[in-house]
């Protein structure tokens, strides 16, 4: 079992108990679970080098957390509930004890492929239980997976298999999204004809494409499992051992292959889960978004599972065949936790509530968003109509680099603030410090926001490239994990994140965030979504450039929106957070999470569309050229 906090009083407790004795505070979760030897030393860092070790000298396996440890009491229980793209295809069940067996037969496999301890295997695979199956597989043998979206083009696949020089690559003939079908193989076969280190490739069938096979490098999936026996051992692996590489989102730049390492990851995806969304025995836990994200790693596979819990795996999209295709999900599998991105929650707001049917949304007990902030409308409807004036929302903070969840309410325990992601979790210590290196105390503050003391899922270093790990990271303000993002502290020590520091606006010498500004276009009627991004003003210093989506125009056409737009935001936040162009756009550019990429607006903004720098994980880039075909500067 995993300690679980109970009540506000509970989580103070808990908190204060964590900073003023961070090793007996990390000890009592780290028992929790099975280790073969236990660890000398609960942690050891510094954030110069910086270099971060977690229950020291510890041995595990993580999969003999989730199964050896989970299979006496929970062996028949679901572990795995699928749900497949088409909505009359069958679901899938997997209880632990059938889940192990497949691990294990998967572990067998790339055993025999001659895969062995701390090599790479690239997964590039749709949203199947095969999937979680694959990741499950290598950690019981040692093998450190990199999972790359099945999103993505075979450059971005090449880039990312040839930076881990990955052995193995697991794909699938195909994956089902919705009324298409992503040619994967093909893809890869593209990606492969430059990954000179990849040896073989096991393909799964899918949707029943056809497939080039080239001998001697490719095998079909069934057939590489067949005969191979369900026992494998674990794998006996440090705490420090690495886990997992997986490539950050892009929004920013250049994907980084964030590694994460074994001991302090487990201890950190289960406690964080556990406590976060309140999971109780029996409970269905649904969270929409892919393998291929961190949020899929973590509160997708290792959390849940390690916590015993019933995960809920979607392999199709949310708005086919109609937007109503979530609820019938949770309708169907009497959900109880739904944990989704505020993309999803906006463009599922857009469609109108002729979807939600409040009989098939009385299972739901907690609903959860990650990904970016979630502007004030998306969280009210989110509230009202999904959960139905009952559910907490945890609006969840965290990063690829942080492993698990950082800032955020616990459910039905921390009292919630629209588009607030509330108080850190226990053993997390957040401190902003502005832009001369200087901390600022008290509440009713904003600046950068830092984390001061290490967590056990901090991210240890960037595959191949510690430097820029140190450089992105640890080199901004001294001794301190510089997140990137900005924060606002309030008058009751709330963080509100108020997205990108690099996208913080300066007005006349007054800072604005994104994401306020956004979230004040966004309550416009009209208004679906919205981009602002700050560009070169004579008199300003920066403008305020404002990209909308709306759904359909009213009688006064375009100029009477942009007018409503600028006098709603100058009513909501105040005549400097006015924008000064807004560009009504047919879409926003959208990484394939789903986030939006700032960095290119900006680019057009300021009237260069020349280079926009890594676009490999841009969704759509046709949406950019319309964009700047209707920009407001000379582009
Ligand atoms: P890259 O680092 O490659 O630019 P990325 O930062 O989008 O990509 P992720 O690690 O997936 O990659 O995203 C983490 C970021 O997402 C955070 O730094 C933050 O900006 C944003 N974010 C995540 N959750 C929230 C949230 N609940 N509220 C506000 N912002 C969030
Ligand atoms: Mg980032």
């Known amino acids: 079992m995993i300690n679980k906090i109970h009540s506000l009083g509970g989580y103070i407790h808990e908190y204060q108990k964590s900073i003023a004795n961070p090793e007996a505070f990390w000890t009592q979760q780290a028992e929790c679970f099975f280790?073969?030897?236990r660890w000398d030393k609960v942690f050891d860092w510094n954030f110069d080098e910086p270099n971060i070790q977690w229950f020291v000298n510890g041995k595990l396996n993580i999969t003999e957390n989730i199964f050896e440890r989970n299979l006496y009491t929970h062996g028949n229980q679901e572990a795995i509930i699928w749900e497949p793209n088409d909505p009359n295809d069958e679901t899938r069940t997997l209880t632990y004890s059938e889940l192990y067996q497949e691990v294990n037969k998967f572990a067998n496999t790339l055993k025999r492929l001659g895969v062995g301890k701390g090599d790479r295997v690239a997964i590039y695979m749709p949203m199947v239980p095969e999937l979680a199956i694959a990741v499950l597989a290598c950690a019981r043998i040692g093998a450190i997976h990199s999972v790359v979206f099945a999103g993505f083009s075979a450059n971005a696949l090449q880039e990312r298999i040839n930076d881990a020089t990955a052995k193995v690559?697991?794909?699938a003939d195909g994956g089902f999204r919705g009324d298409k079908i992503t040619p994967l193989k093909k893809i890869a076969d593209e990606a492969l004809e430059s990954c000179p280190t990849i040896e073989t490739v096991v393909v799964l069938k899918r949707t029943n494409s056809e497939v080039d096979m080239v001998v001697g490098r490719d095998i079909w999936w069934h057939k590489a499992i067949d005969g191979q026996s369900d026992t494998c051992p674990a794998e006996e692996m440090d705490?420090?051992?690495?886990?997992?590489?997986?490539?950050?989102?892009?929004?920013?730049?250049k994907p980084k292959g964030i590694v994460h390492t074994t001991g302090g990851y487990m201890v950190y995806t289960a406690y964080s889960f556990s406590n976060v969304f309140q999971y109780h025995v029996d409970d269905v836990y649904f969270c929409t978004a892919d393998i291929g994200w961190i949020t899929g790693h973590s509160y997708i596979v290792y959390g849940p599972l390690l916590a015993g819990a019933k995960t809920l795996m979607f392999e199709g999209v949310p708005t086919w065949p109609n937007a109503g295709r979530f609820w019938d999900i949770v309708a169907k599998h009497k959900v109880n936790q739904f944990y989704t991105a505020p993309t999803a929650i906006r463009a599922l707001l857009a469609k109108g509530n002729d979807f939600l049917e409040e009989k098939k949304l009385q299972s739901l007990k907690v609903l959860g968003t990650v990904g970016e902030p979630i502007n004030e409308e998306a969280w009210h409807w989110y509230h009202d109509h999904v959960g139905l004036n009952r559910c907490p929302i945890v609006d969840t903070w965290w990063q690829t680099e942080t492993g698990g969840i950082m800032i955020s309410p616990l459910a039905g325990i921390t009292p919630t603030k629209p588009s607030f992601a509330t108080l850190p979790l226990p053993g997390i210590?957040?401190?902003?410090?502005?832009?001369?290196?200087?901390?600022?105390?008290?509440?009713?503050v904003e600046g950068n926001l830092c984390i001061k003391f290490p967590w056990p899922g901090i991210a240890r270093?960037?595959?191949n490239d510690h430097q820029r790990f140190k450089d992105t990271y640890f080199s901004t303000y001294n001794k301190m994990y510089f997140t990137g993002d900005g924060v606002k502290r309030d008058e009751d020590g709330y963080y509100r994140i108020l997205g990108r520091v690099d996208d913080v606006i300066n007005v006349s010498g007054h800072r604005l965030g994104t994401a306020e500004i956004e979230n004040a276009i966004n309550e416009h009627p009209l208004v679906n979504e919205s981009a602002v991004?700050?560009?070169p003003h004579a008199i300003k210093g920066q403008g305020i450039y404002a990209f909308v989506v709306c759904g359909e125009l009213s009688t006064g056409g375009e100029e009477g929106i942009r007018k409503s737009i600028m006098q709603g935001v100058t009513k909501i936040i105040g005549p400097i957070a006015r924008p000064d162009l807004v560009q009504l756009v047919p879409g926003l550019p959208k990484t394939r999470s789903g986030k939006i990429m700032r960095r290119i607006l900006r680019k057009v903004a300021e009237g260069d569309a020349t280079n926009l720098?890594?676009?490999?994980?841009?969704l759509d880039e046709d949406v950019v050229d319309k964009i700047i075909d209707g920009a407001l500067v000379d582009v």
């Open 533 to 535: 991004v700050g560009y």
């Open 35 to 37: 280790w073969r030897k």
């Open 239 to 253: 705490s420090e051992d690495p886990l997992f590489i997986l490539y950050t989102s892009g929004s920013t730049g």
């Open 461 to 463: 270093t960037i595959w």
């Open 169 to 171: 690559l697991l794909t």
């Open 429 to 444: 210590q957040p401190i902003i410090m502005n832009g001369d290196g200087k901390e600022l105390t008290g509440n009713s």
């Open 613 to 618: 720098g890594d676009i490999t994980t841009l």
